[in-house]
Structures are given as structure tokens and as C-alpha cells.
């Protein structure tokens, strides 16, 4: 099978980080861009040299999944660590193992600590969980891989915690942008559902008192469901089995043909099936189908479980983020959440990370009245977000306009040259958190930036790699940005290094004065 390119890269980078030292490192890929496959390939790579392989994770399905990609793709054979079966005695050089059972002190006390040379987290979001750690540090020098496609967890535990690095991440944006995931459209129901009084347990809302708020609003929100779904292969998340079931029902009474799933089916797997053949329209579960379950031809979800947790969000939402054939887009329906907090996860915190861009979007979509696609509003967000901020910087630099420095403050350039994930950057792993370096205030400080205000190494690097960068790429220096600025020139920090240095020559020519035939509001060099 061939890998597609960012699936290439990621291979190469996961191998180039373990190669440097980082043992635990991460991979970060989409829902429905091939994580299996790539950790697939790495395991080949693991077991190509001799290595033994243990594949963990915490449900069934995902165990399936891989031995099935590592037979079909990589021709591995596995053996499985699940329940009653073991690998004791089987010759495969790689285990799928569910964590459940192998967290068992008799089940891993079986296993001598350095019988595995590699281990790969699938859903890696969970790994810094107690039974995921006691089985990790059991074997506490294999080379670990976490692969997940929502890093952040809701119990606020950072993976960089236990991980050392990220080795790849490809973001949701650019998969779309690349073709390989559906475009997504968000359309607001004007619904006001009022969740204000149910409590928070573990970090998001209860789930059961999700369920008793919902109750009064169901009617409503399936009447709204009729009018935008008729022509829409839905999956609709609930917080209880018991809502799942009565909202099944409104459905149905409203034509719609739906059916409920949840894990005391028997009926499951028939029931799954039959909704991926077309014999039900609508799929309505209490959070069973977030992970190990793909329908392509998904596209339309429904959350009707508000949560403040990303990660779970995400995972919703990827389960209609895959392309079919026929399929134009997903569409996604929010809802107007009544809740005292201000946390609660939106369309926009699927496309973007930046907390004022994702309040923009969610402003702008509420009053839109019809779908958007989220890319489009996220450039329309970014656009005002960036605005705002340079009517701040300006006000900034006018303050600062006649003090002399050598050095230009690193959120003055963040601004002027429009870096949004640089603004924002927090860190994640364990070097990232340190000190900046001296190496780096060295490197800041002949780039032009002043050091002191960077909090930490990990966006002394981020910053030192944009600067290189655009040193590569032609674009104007830190020090033509800052003095062009100041005399009121706009955008300059998309400027090219020769556009700065000629129109720096002609103030220079001048004596220091803008020539009275340019409009500094106005002005965009002619290259």
C-alpha cells in the first residue's frame, strides 16, 4: 500500500525522533486520515529490525482494526492479549493488547520488562490514564508511539506530561484543504436550550443531567431535525441511553427513519450495518460510536451532548469528517447552549486552536442564519481577529513610536506579520516548559527580537524558526518592519526584504521623512 505524502512524513518523523532520543513521541492525524495505517508501516519498520511490538488500546474494535491493517497492508500476523486469549506462546512478533486486560498485575507480571522493544497508544489521549501508565511503565524502556487524533484531554493532564515530543501532526484545515477529508458546514438552530444549572463531574457536564435538561427541548430539536435532514445520512450523540431512545421515537413520528444503537444492543452489529446500506436515515447513540466506528458516508451529526471537552468533540464530530463518493459536505448543527459557563466546545473549535477566533466564528454563525463552511468562516474571523489587533498595536506603537530600541518586544512582531498560531503558542512538552536558552536569546537577539519576554524555550524555538524562514522565503527583516511602522506603513511584515529596503532608502533619501506622494495608509509596494 502506498502511504499518501503527509502519511510518509510522519513515518520518517517518527523514526528521526526516536533516532534523537525522544523514546515517547507523538502523532497527531485527523479522524479519517490513516493513522492506522501509518503506525502500520512504523511497526513493519520496528519489526524489520528485530524489534517486538505490543499495540495498545482500550476498546475491541480499535484492536480489530489494527491486526487487520498490519495483515492486509504490511502482511504481519499478531497475536492478542485480550480476556481469555493470550499471545503466550505464539510466535507473532507483535501483540494487540487490550489494556484492560493486560493492566492486570497476574496477566502483565508474564511478561519480563524488556519483553517488548516498541509499544504504539492508539487513541493516545488516553495514556496518561492510571491503567495505560501502570502497563507503559511496566515496560518503562520500549520506544512508545501515541497515536491519536485529539491531543488534549479533559481532565487538563497534558500529554507532554509523559510524552517527550510530537513527532507529526497534520492538521484537520489542511487535510481538508488537500482533498482527503469532507468540507464542513456549521449551521446554528436558533434553540435556546437552557443548561445553566447541570453540574460539572470529571472535568465536563453529567451526563444524567444532560439528559433530564434535554428533555424538554427534544420535540423542538426533532422538529428542526426534520426540516435539515431530510436529505442527510445523520448520526446524532445523546448523553443517555434512555434519551437516545425517546429521541429515536419523535424522530420517527416525524418520518424520519431512524433507529437507536448503544452497547446493550444485541442487535449491534446488524443494526450498524443496516444504517450503512441506507435501510435507516438517522443513527441516534449515547456516546458508543466516538471511536472504532467508520460510516464514509456520513454527512450530517448531530450533537445533542454539549461538552467542554475538545477531545470528545472532535471525536463526534470525525465520525462524518470522511469522504464518499456523492458526498458534497458535512453538515454540522449547533445549538444555542444557555450555560452560565463560557466553555462549552463549538463548530469553530474544530478548525481553529485560537480562543478569539473561535468566539468571532461562534458570534458570526449564531447570526448568520444559514450554513457556513467553516474555513471560510475562520479566514472571515481571523480577518476581523487580526484587525482588532492591529488597532491595539497601533496604539502600541504610537506610545512607543518616539522611544529608541534596540530591540522590537516579540508580541509587536507576532502582530505585524499576522502569526496567529505564534500569539498563541502554549507549550506542551517537557523542554518546551525550560528556560529559554542563552544559544536562543543569542539567536533572538541578531534576528532583532528582544528575548526577555519569551516565557519559555519551546516558543524561542517556534519564533526562531519563523524568523529563519522568512529570512529564507525573502521577507522583510524584524528591524525594516519595526521602523516602517512606526512611520505608519500597514501590512509590512508581508513586505519582501527588498520592498522594505528600497522604501527605508527613500525615507533615508529624504531626511527621514515619508515622500510627500505615498499614502502610508494606503501604500503596497509594486512587486
Known amino acids: 500500500m502506498e502511504l499518501r505524502p503527509y502519511q510518509q512524513e510522519a513515518r520518517q518523523a517518527i523514526e528521526e525522533e526516536w533516532q534523537k532520543g525522544n523514546r515517547k513521541t507523538l502523532l497527531v492525524l485527523p479522524t479519517g486520515t490513516g493513522k492506522t495505517i501509518v503506525f502500520a508501516k512504523v511497526i513493519q519498520?520496528?519489526?524489520?529490525?528485530?524489534?517486538?511490538?505490543?499495540?495498545?488500546?482500550?476498546?475491541?474494535?480499535?484492536l480489530e482494526q489494527a491486526s487487520d491493517k498490519l495483515y492486509k497492508a504490511c502482511g504481519l500476523q499478531t497475536a492478542t492479549e485480550m480476556a481469555s486469549q493470550t499471545s503466550i506462546g505464539n510466535p507473532a512478533r507483535i501483540v494487540v493488547g487490550s489494556v484492560q486486560t493486560m493492566a492486570g498485575e497476574k496477566r502483565l507480571n508474564r511478561f519480563a520488562p524488556n519483553y517488548f522493544d516498541t509499544i504504539v497508544v492508539d487513541e493516545a489521549h488516553h495514556a496518561i490514564s492510571p491503567s495505560y501508565q501502570r502497563v507503559l511503565k511496566h515496560f518503562e524502556n520500549a520506544k512508545v508511539l501515541g497515536v491519536t487524533a485529539t491531543p488534549d484531554r479533559g481532565d487538563m493532564k497534558n500529554l507532554g506530561t509523559y510524552f517527550d515530543s510530537l513527532a507529526y501532526e497534520y492538521k484537520l484545515p489542511q487535510a481538508i484543504k488537500d482533498g482527503y477529508l469532507s468540507k464542513i458546514e456549521a449551521l446554528t438552530i436558533p434553540l435556546n436550550l437552557d443548561i445553566s444549572q447541570v453540574k460539572q463531574t470529571a472535568g465536563d457536564y453529567s451526563a444524567n443531567q444532560l439528559g433530564d435538561a434535554l428533555e424538554p427541548y427534544l420535540a423542538q430539536i426533532a422538529d428542526e431535525m426534520a426540516k435539515q435532514c431530510q436529505n442527510r445520512k445523520t448520526v446524532v450523540f445523546l448523553p443517555l441511553i434512555k434519551t437516545a431512545k425517546e429521541f429515536t421515537k419523535l424522530l420517527q413520528e416525524r418520518g424520519l427513519l431512524s433507529a437507536e444503537v448503544d452497547g446493550q444492543s444485541d442487535n449491534r452489529e446488524a443494526i450498524l450495518d443496516d444504517f450503512a446500506s441506507g435501510k435507516y436515515q438517522v443513527l441516534c447513540n449515547s456516546m458508543l460510536l466516538t471511536e472504532g466506528w467508520d460510516c464514509p458516508e456520513v454527512d450530517c451529526i448531530v450533537v445533542l451532548r454539549p461538552t467542554k471537552v475538545r477531545s470528545l468533540y472532535v471525536q463526534m464530530v470525525g465520525r462524518g469528517t470522511r469522504i464518499a463518493d456523492g458526498k458534497k459536505n458535512l453538515l454540522l448543527l449547533d445549538f444555542l447552549w444557555n450555560t452560565e459557563r463560557h466553555e462549552l466546545c463549538h463548530p469553530a473549535n474544530l478548525i481553529t486552536t485560537d480562543e478569539e477566533v473561535a468566539k468571532k466564528m461562534t458570534e458570526q454563525q449564531e447570526g448568520s442564519g444559514q450554513a457556513t463552511d467553516l474555513q471560510d468562516a475562520q479566514?472571515?474571523?481571523?480577518?476581523?481577529?487580526?484587525?482588532?489587533?492591529?488597532?491595539?498595536?497601533?496604539?502600541?506603537?504610537?506610545?512607543?513610536?518616539?522611544?529608541?530600541?534596540?530591540?522590537?518586544?516579540?508580541?509587536?512582531?507576532?502582530?505585524?506579520?499576522?502569526d496567529l498560531d505564534l500569539a498563541n503558542y502554549q507549550p506542551?512538552?517537557?523542554?518546551?516548559?525550560?528556560?529559554?536558552?542563552?544559544?536562543?536569546?543569542?539567536?533572538?537577539?541578531?534576528?532583532?527580537?528582544?528575548?526577555?519576554?519569551?516565557?519559555?524555550a519551546g516558543k524561542a524555538s517556534m519564533m526562531i524558526n519563523r524568523l529563519i524562514k522568512r529570512s529564507q522565503n525573502g521577507f522583510a527583516t524584524v528591524k525594516q518592519v519595526h521602523r516602517?511602522?512606526?512611520?505608519?506603513f500597514q501590512n509590512v511584515g508581508m513586505w519582501s526584504f527588498e520592498a522594505a529596503k528600497k522604501m527605508i532608502g527613500r525615507i533615508a533619501a529624504n531626511h527621514w521623512r515619508v515622500p510627500y506622494n505615498i499614502d502610508i495608509k494606503t501604500y503596497v509596494p509594486s512587486e
Open 428 to 456: 506542551s512538552f517537557g523542554w518546551e516548559m525550560g528556560p529559554v536558552s542563552n544559544k536562543q536569546k543569542g539567536t533572538l537577539e541578531r534576528f532583532g527580537i528582544d528575548p526577555t519576554t519569551i516565557g519559555n
Open 45 to 62: 519498520d520496528c519489526v524489520a529490525n528485530g524489534d517486538r511490538v505490543l499495540v495498545l488500546a482500550h476498546r475491541e474494535e480499535l
Open 379 to 418: 479566514e472571515a474571523a481571523e480577518r476581523d481577529v487580526v484587525a482588532e489587533r492591529e488597532n491595539a498595536l497601533k496604539e502600541q506603537l504610537e506610545a512607543v513610536k518616539h522611544r529608541k530600541r534596540r530591540l522590537v518586544d516579540p508580541l509587536q512582531f507576532e502582530m505585524s506579520i499576522q
Open 484 to 488: 516602517l511602522e512606526i512611520y505608519g
